[in-house]
């Protein structure tokens, strides 16, 4: 059983972040280069906009500042570490984080209500969106899950996520650091690789193309043409 | 037509440039694994020291001196890989172990093997037929600890001291009773009564020389704690068993309420900062409404 475990843990810790890594690179420079007019968030904003706006905005800002927030502590480790040695600091954080954590939450489970309550975003809806929303679903939940029971994550992540994570990108993995950890931090860090995995089949490859206007572009200006009379 | 259009309508990568490629950093990762070994010698000082001596005397654990004369190799290596599954299965001498270590389970030990379990059995049948062990434990101060040792101890604690060799502060993970606030980590276990649980100064203080339980090993091996912050943080352990603070259980709670009261606001911060978006697209224009041409 023992030994189970550990094939289990190399493979799902020690191999799964390569074949993601892997997946993710040569599945996304190939999708440019033959599918360049694909890159595209696809946005169904057209169709709905009231609700669509509780939906993206908190996601949007949300994700980003979680996303931020776990590459400072993976290239600044001691940095977040020393920020964290007064716990008053370490509560300013913690908590920042978590609201912006149920932001995203809150954002997604939106997108994800709207997507299935509303016809016409409906029947834009294709297979890769529904899986790619389950995915991120786990992720949220799990990482706003470990955030509040497993506390405080700023500082363990440094401590013992970062080695792991740079260890990984060293080419010499040592699942050491996170074989121990509960099962919701190693359901955060397997379903991460998922994502990273699934990332250029989907939507989500609107984030690579740059320049990226959507987050201080100016509101959408619609003009119509005809007066109303000639409507009718 | 052009040729962005012939390019958009090349089919989507097949599955199997994915999959080769996939394959091929895959083979390239499993070779760094079979590389990493460690001397029995050293596998013993990280992973048995903080609990174990080899005639030194009781820590957490036993004294291990002959303890191959007190047990048969095969139990001992059936005990070491699993150490639970031996007590669940309700074997004596693995339920004796246990009440004697005050319920303290001995923790499974990653990367431990049968063929090292034996060469570790080798190590201590060695290291037991010498007149002093390499493994006889750590010397500690005995001295009586004072309040200035107490509140170092709550510092490093805190991380309000740093550890010297940049260990990350306990309160990362662990909490104890009376903290106040929002408390301490969940990740590990509450500390509150850890030096009554591992039977008191000197285990408790061998425990810190290398923590050994899986999570705390990698980190600690890197940053090991000086003997002045051992005996500051074990100082601070005594007290805080001895202290009945306020109980912050509720942490958690108060945690994620501060969170979603934070959530709300951000929420009517951008509210208030798209109060000009529009609220709908085509349903003013197609019903006939007023033309807009604003935001």
Known sequence: MGNTHNYLDQLLFGVAPYLALALFFLVTIQ??????????????????????????????YGILVVIAGHFVAFLFPRTVLAWNGHPVRLYILEISALIF?????????????????????????????????????????SGVYVAVTCSWGSSWFAASATPYLWSIVMLDPDISYVIAMPFAVKLHIVNACLVIGFFPFTRLVHVLVIPNPYLWRKPQVVRWNRSPEARN | MND?????????????????????????????????????????????????????????????????????????????????????????????????????VMAQIAGLTRERAFLLLDLIEAESALEKSQFEGVKFSDRPFTAQDVFQGEQIFKGLTPLANGGPACMSCHTVRGLGLLGGGRLGADLTKVSERVGGRKPLSAWLVSPATTTMQPVFKLHPIEPEEILSLVAFFEDSAKRVGDDDSVAPLTFFLIGLAGMVLVLGLFDSLWKNRFRAVRRPLVSGGEMRTDA
């Not at chain 1, 440019?32 to 939906?55: C, I, K, M, P, V």
């Not at chain 2, 694994?33 to 048995?48: D, H, I, L, P």
Request: hydrophobic letters at 40%; proline letters at 4%; one cysteine or more.
């Open chain 1, 101 to 141: 954590g149920l932001l995203t939450l809150l954002g997604l489970m939106s997108t994800l209500v709207r997507r299935l309550t509303y016809s016409k975003v409906r029947t834009v809806t294709s297979i890769s969106d529904i899986i790619l929303h389950v995915l991120l679903l786990i992720q949220v939940v």
């Open chain 1, 31 to 60: 999708r440019y280069r033959a599918q360049a007019f694909t890159y595209s968030s696809l946005s169904s904003q057209f169709l709905e906009n009231e609700r669509h706006f509780w939906g993206m905005v908190p996601l949007h």
């Open chain 2, 4 to 104: 962005s259009c012939r390019a958009a309508r090349k089919p989507l990568p097949t599955l199997w440039s994915c999959i080769l490629g996939a394959s091929f950093v895959l083979l390239l990762v499993m070779f760094p694994e079979s590389a990493r070994g460690q001397e029995t010698a050293a596998f013993f000082k990280q992973n048995c020291y903080s609990c174990h001596t080899i005639n030194g005397g009781r820590l957490v654990g036993p004294d291990l001196h002959n303890v191959t004369k007190r047990k048969d190799r095969e139990w001992l290596v059936r005990f070491m890989l699993n150490p639970q599954a031996m007590i669940d299965r309700g074997d004596p001498y693995a339920k004796q172990i246990l009440d004697e270590s005050r319920g303290v």
